[in-house]
C-alpha cells in the first residue's frame, strides 16, 4: 500500500538557520503531495501542496518540489524562526479515488533564539 | 478552503463511557473523513463519512465501536463507544470541499483522556 516515509525527528535549529525536513514516499500511481503543520496546542493545517512531478508547493517561506524520480517531497525553509516551531507531516492521496490521505509520522521542530 | 468547528475541544472520560464528538463545517461538503491522533503518533483514518450512504471504515476500526453519523452536508458525529484508556487520542474530522482530489481542510480536534 501506499506509504510516506518521514526524517526522524525532534529536529532544533537556531533561527535564521537553513531547514530541510525529508519526505519519500511509496505509492503506485500518481498521488498528491502535502505538507501539513501542527502547532502546539492546534489542529493541522495545510502548509503546502504539489499534485503532478515537477511542481513546487510554497507558503510562508517554506519550499517542497515533487520529485517523480526520487519519490520525494522535502521540505526545505532558507532562514527558520522561532514561530515556525511546530510539527510537520508529510502525506500523500491515493489516486485510486478514495482520497484517504496517509501521513508520515510527523517530525518535530524546534527553533530556538 | 472551509472552517471547521469540533465540539468538545477536550474531554476526560472514564472506562466503559461514550463519548459523541461533534464536526460542523461552514459549508456543504460531500466528504467528511474521521481520524485519530495517539500520543506522540502520525494521523490514522478511521473512517469517510458521506452524505446518505454508510460510513467506510478502514481496517482495525468496526462500526460498533466508532458509530458515526452524516445528517447533511455540514454535520457529522463520531461516537467513541465502551471507552478504554488506549482510546486516549485526538480526534480530527477533515473536509475536502473541492471534491476529489482535492485538499482536506481539517478541525481543531477533540482531546480525548481516559481513565
Known amino acids: 500500500g501506499n506509504s510516506v516515509t518521514q526524517m526522524e525527528g525532534p529536529v532544533t535549529l537556531s533561527e535564521e538557520a537553513f531547514l530541510t525536513i525529508n519526505c519519500t514516499y511509496t505509492a503506485t500511481g500518481y498521488p498528491s503531495l502535502f505538507w501539513y503543520v501542527q502547532y502546539p496546542g492546534e489542529g493541522l493545517q495545510l502548509l503546502l501542496k504539489a499534485t503532478k512531478a515537477d511542481d513546487k508547493g510554497s507558503n510562508k517561506g517554506f519550499e517542497a518540489t515533487y520529485r517523480k524520480e526520487t519519490t520525494s517531497f522535502h521540505l526545505e525553509k532558507g532562514s527558520v524562526q522561532v514561530s515556525d516551531s511546530a510539527v510537520y507531516f508529510c502525506a500523500l492521496t491515493d489516486q485510486g479515488g478514495s482520497e484517504k490521505l496517509v501521513f508520515g509520522k510527523g517530525t518535530k521542530l524546534t527553533v530556538n533564539p | 478552503s472551509a472552517v471547521i468547528s469540533q465540539k468538545p475541544s477536550r474531554d476526560i472520560c472514564q472506562r466503559g463511557t461514550s463519548l459523541t464528538i461533534q464536526c460542523q463545517v461552514d459549508s456543504q461538503v460531500t466528504m467528511m473523513f474521521w481520524y485519530r491522533q495517539q500520543p506522540g503518533q502520525s494521523l490514522t483514518l478511521i473512517a469517510t463519512a458521506n452524505q446518505g450512504s454508510e460510513a467506510t471504515y478502514e481496517s482495525g476500526f468496526v462500526i460498533d465501536k466508532f458509530p458515526i453519523s452524516r445528517p447533511n452536508l455540514t454535520f457529522s458525529t463520531l461516537t467513541v463507544s465502551n471507552m478504554s484508556p488506549e482510546d486516549s487520542s485526538i480526534y480530527l474530522c477533515?473536509?475536502?470541499?473541492?471534491?476529489?482530489?482535492?485538499?482536506?481542510?481539517f478541525g481543531p480536534g477533540t482531546r480525548l483522556l481516559v481513565l
Open positions: 477533515s473536509v475536502e470541499p473541492g471534491g476529489a482530489r482535492e485538499t482536506q481542510y
